[in-house]
């Protein structure tokens, strides 16, 4: 496939050009993103809760097609975020190259009002989605920290049960307060924190994995993966299967988020250019880690991998640095909660602005003064909306706790649509692909086998909910 260059002649559809508020040119918005900043973004959006689960997946897999599938997401990944940032910008005769701040925006203009509302649709429930997975997993670390120091002080065989429902609402009650950072250029500083968070769990992980290979004396696991048994039938083992393939797909959830980390960028050097470097940094290191996260989990514990790494007390010793690394996973998952959710805190008040921009309630605004920081400017609709936000994601995770189930669903939604779909329809569009054309035709196969695997996995998921 050829890589898109939106900056030659786009076929866009203008007449969409007046519904799309960030269409227009606006330069005097000042951008000071750079290559780090948006490597840091990216990192907080890839390395994630998936990556705790990565192992359980390559247990259900195997060691064959486990790496494999893993690889092909991640080339997947890659390239849909190459199409994706040559979207940014689209030329005009007129008013010169602007912007589509958001990923909608530039659906609109090549493929139509009605994609682009479908876009909007799958993006924002997959953010919203993300949101109650990032709410489940801080509540399982902190627990699991609580659970470490209560095995370590009565041993492995005392019954440490604590209740995850109250740390949900405290992580609520923080997101509540984080929320209110006015936009997605404001929480640079979190993805750094939350960035190296995530290597440092991440990297935790592997050597406790490794560890337990060496204590073993050999490697666990099997070609084709956990077999079948009487626990585990034959139609388990293909439930389970399909789950594992949503999981995965779970931990490469980026190309929800390309064109609005691209918009925190300089323009100097291109965009483009600066998010590419960034994406193929970040998505072969991410790579890398998830590797030796998974293999050596599942070398360390076989068909006894547990469903979160770092959670499932596969690891009970040094208890400190199972500690240590779930509080980095605590501290990442505040950061990457807002990092998702800002882009659509920004769509639904934007078009509440649109819909009604006399509202008084919309606009009112008071101002905060707030010790070393100077004055936060507050305002009503964003304080209530919000905070009816975070209350929902907090809700439904205390309704449906299921790690693995909830982390397949979300990686089925999310990666047919916006990893593969969009960004090929767009692709079509710009180049005038014909078809019929052995171009067209090899596109459409492959978007086709991309759809039925994101069903397969979302049907898997769907299963796994229904039973948990």
């Given at each position: ?374 004055l936060y400017n507050a305002k009503l609709f964003r304080l209530l909306w919000r905070t009816a936000f975070v209350i929902t994601t907090t809700v439904i995770a ?31 569009v710009h180049n005038k692909v014909q078809m019929w054309s052995v171009d067209w035709v ?27």
């Amino acid at each position: 496939m050829a890589e898109l260059e939106c900056s030659s002649n786009p076929v866009i559809h203008t007449s969409n050009l007046s519904h799309s508020n960030g269409c227009e040119n606006d330069e005097h918005f000042i951008r000071t993103g750079t290559f780090w900043t948006a490597t840091a973004h990216i990192v907080t959006a890839v390395i994630g809760a998936g990556v705790l689960s990565l192992a359980w997946s390559v247990a259900q897999l195997g060691w064959i097609a486990g790496p494999t599938i893993m690889i092909i997401f991640a080339v997947i990944t890659y390239y849909s975020s190459c199409l994706l940032a040559d979207c940014y910008k689209f030329p005009d005769p007129v008013t010169g190259p602007n912007r589509n701040p958001r990923y909608r925006d530039a659906v609109r203009l090549y493929l139509g009002t009605k994609k682009a509302w479908m876009c909007g649709l799958v993006q924002y429930v997959s953010l919203y989605g993300i949101g109650i997975a990032y709410t489940i997993t801080t509540s399982i670390s902190i627990r699991a920290i609580k659970q470490s120091d209560c095995y370590h002080k009565n041993g492995h065989a005392y019954h440490c049960h604590f209740s995850e429902n109250t740390i949900m609402i405290l992580f609520g009650l923080t997101q509540v307060i984080l929320s209110q950072i006015p936009n997605f250029h404001n929480v640079w500083g979190l993805s750094i924190v939350a960035a190296i968070m995530s290597f440092t769990y991440a990297s935790i992980g592997a050597g406790l994995g490794i560890g337990k290979v060496v204590e073993n004396g050999k490697f666990r696991g099997s070609i084709g993966g956990i077999s079948t048994s009487p626990i585990t039938s034959t139609s388990r083992k293909v439930w389970l299967v399909l789950q594992a393939i949503g999981d995965i797909a779970f931990s490469y959830p980026y190309s929800v988020l390309v064109i609005e980390i691209e918009d925190t960028l300089k323009s100097k050097p291109p965009e483009n250019k600066t998010m590419k470097k960034a994406s193929l940094l970040v998505v072969t290191t991410t790579t890398l880690f998830y590797m030796l996260c998974s293999f050596f989990g599942y070398a360390a514990f076989g068909d006894d991998t547990p469903g979160n790494l770092l959670t499932g007390f596969g690891f009970y010793e040094p208890y400190w640095l199972v500690d240590f690394a779930n509080a980095c996973i605590v501290v990442h998952l505040v950061g990457a909660y807002q990092v998702f959710c800002q882009p659509l805190f920004a769509f639904i008040e934007d078009w509440f602005l649109n819909k009604w921009p006399n509202n008084a309630i919309l606009h009112y605004e008071w101002d905060i003064p707030i010790p070393l920081l100077g004055l936060y400017n507050a305002k009503l609709f964003r304080l209530l909306w919000r905070t009816a936000f975070v209350i929902t994601t907090t809700v439904i995770a205390i309704l449906f706790p299921f790690f693995n189930q909830v982390l397949g669903l979300l990686g089925a939604i999310n990666f047919w649509p916006l990893a593969v779909y969009f960004p090929i329809g767009m692709y079509i569009v710009h180049n005038k692909v014909q078809m019929w054309s052995v171009d067209w035709v090899l596109l459409q196969a492959f978007s086709f086998v991309c759809l039925l695997i994101s069903l397969a996995c979302a049907v898997g998921s769907m299963e796994g909910l229904v039973k948990g």
